[in-house]
């Protein structure tokens, strides 16, 4: 069991709410579960002839939270271990009459499918198998085209305002259509993107498996009443898939992306961060002195931290995010006056 708890805008009590609210849902549960179910592994157990095996028994354990699902193969000697975390796993293959197989470090990212096909020996040959296995180069389960944006990418590319969803400009075929929607047409508070020509109405977003939308029918891309989706120390990596993507998605013909947030592990980790905009960061929109027009401000202060680990071993995780925005950021009006001219006198009045 996983509990994520993310507080964005330091509003009092909110953060109470979330422990609650864990707690509860730690009660609640009677055995571990899978959180953050994105990936999977398929593949076919054969013998040395080339013969596959059935009723081989398939293991695979996560090498972060000690969390582990067992499978069989079928008559086809065929597996498949769906609904899996991000993150590197281990794969055991057992079966009677057989030596055990592992490959060790299988990593997983979000929205993947990895094949793992392996071959018992006979037992009695005094053989351990254990193979480090090697990242798949080309997916050969799935058609669709997908564009990867891992956590280091998440973590260390400069963003202006820590969003996110800015990072999905880094796919061929997607732009950001923020400056272009037509206040009339949108009542959307983030970013819209057009993705591969679609609409920005047909992008699908997904966090850990559930559907994020924002508060518009227009632009499905959500965002908060910043304009912008903070919390970039919660995001762990995302995944925007187009064209021909499985039958598990296609509620809109656009983009699926898929967003995976960080979690809780056997090992205690955690980060903070604090950056600041103002007027000694050249921040400042100049306006000439003689002008005698003040110049306007726009101070940004972004800070927070996140931590997470373990509460029972091998079972239960916790992963907590806070972050927080201030921003002065004055706004000019310009009203436009019917003015009328009067001559007196040689001089203009109005």
């Known amino acids: 069991m996983d509990i994520l708890c993310v507080n964005r805008w330091g509003r009092r009590g909110t953060w109470c709410c979330c422990c609650i609210l864990a707690i509860l849902a730690l009660l609640a549960s009677p ?21 596959l095996v059935n009723g081989a028994t398939v293991t695979v354990k996560s090498l972060e939270t000690g969390a582990t699902r067992v499978v069989t193969t079928n008559d086809s000697g065929i597996f498949r271990v769906l ?15 057989f030596a055990p197989n592992t490959r060790h470090g299988i990593n997983l990212e979000v929205g993947q499918e990895a094949t793992v096909n ?6 009695g040959m005094n053989i351990d198998f254990a193979i480090v296995a090697e990242i798949p180069v080309v997916n050969t389960t799935t058609a669709s085209v997908s564009g990867m944006v891992d956590e280091r990418d998440v973590k260390d590319l400069p963003l202006n305002g820590r969003s996110f969803d800015n990072l999905l400009t880094l796919n061929p075929g997607t ?8 206040p009339n047409t949108s009542t959307s508070n983030g970013n819209t993107f057009s993705v591969a020509g ?5 992008n699908e977003i997904l966090l850990n498996g559930i559907e994020y939308m924002g508060s518009s029918q227009l632009a499905i891309t959500p965002g908060g009443v910043s304009g912008e989706l903070l919390g970039i120390e919660a995001v762990r990596e995302f995944n925007v898939q187009t064209d021909t993507y499985s039958a598990e998605y296609g509620k809109r013909a656009g983009a699926q992306v898929n ?4 979690s809780g592990t056997n090992a205690f980790h955690g980060q903070g961060f604090y ?3 103002n007027t000694g960061t050249g921040t400042v929109d100049a306006v000439s002195k003689s002008s005698g027009v003040a110049k306007a401000l726009d101070v ?51």
């Open 31 to 51: 055995r571990p579960g899978w959180t953050q179910g994105v990936a999977a592994i398929v593949g076919t157990v054969e013998d040395p002839s080339g013969a």
């Open 83 to 97: 609904s899996l975390p991000v993150g590197r796993q281990d794969l055991k293959v057992e079966k009677n009459g």
């Open 118 to 123: 392996v071959q018992l020996q006979l037992a």
């Open 175 to 182: 732009i950001n259509y923020s400056a272009m929607k037509s």
């Open 198 to 202: 679609r609409r920005t109405s047909e």
């Open 259 to 262: 967003v995976v947030t960080q």
């Open 275 to 277: 950056f600041n905009r």
């Open 300 to 350: 940004r202060q972004q800070f927070g931290a996140g931590t997470g680990g373990r509460i029972i071993r091998d079972k239960a995780f916790f992963y907590f995010d806070y972050e927080q925005q201030r921003r002065k950021n004055p706004i000019s009006v310009i009203v436009l006056m019917d003015s009328v001219e009067k001559y007196s006198s040689g001089s203009t009045q109005f």
